[in-house]
Nanobody, 126 residues
Framework: QVQLVESGGGLVQAGDSLRLSCATS????????MAWFRQGPGKEREFVAA????????SYGDSVKGRFTISRDTAKNTLYLQMNSLKPEDTAVYYC???????????????????WGQGTQVTVSS
């Protein structure tokens, strides 16, 4: 069973930066495709970024390209999301997810991920 625990959320002003962390059990970040999703009030869960376990290929949602960076530290078994130039529309609960498979593929929809963290709230004031 894979366990994921997010941290690093908070209340910031527009233009500020935050770094989210996702601590994982075992060697999840080394062997599985992982991603960040977010869900704002009254909205569907939205793809933010994904990283492949092998070769560190990444992909980003259009709304965060150029501002957010996904990365991983295999020694610490931790996934990160560096968020710069935050906007009020970035306000959401942010979730990390692991696909649950040994794979070379990137995935972009919530149903393709088996394991989820509990989420961390990010609020950006204008």
């Amino acid at each position: 069973q894979v366990q994921l625990v997010e941290s690093g959320g908070g209340l910031v002003q527009a233009g500020d930066s935050l770094r989210l962390s996702c601590a994982t059990s075992g060697r999840t970040v080394s062997t599985q495709t992982m991603a960040w999703f977010r869900q704002g009030p009254g909205k569907e869960r939205e793809f933010v970024a994904a990283i492949r376990a092998f070769g560190s290929y990444t992909s980003y949602g259009d709304s965060v390209k150029g501002r957010f960076t996904i990365s991983r530290d295999t020694a610490k078994n931790t996934l990160y999301l560096q968020m710069n130039s935050l906007k009020p529309e970035d306000t959401a609960v942010y979730y990390c997810a692991a696909c649950g498979d040994y794979t070379m593929r990137l995935y972009f929809t919530p149903d393709q991920y088996r394991y989820w963290g509990q989420g961390t709230q990010v609020t950006v004031s204008s």
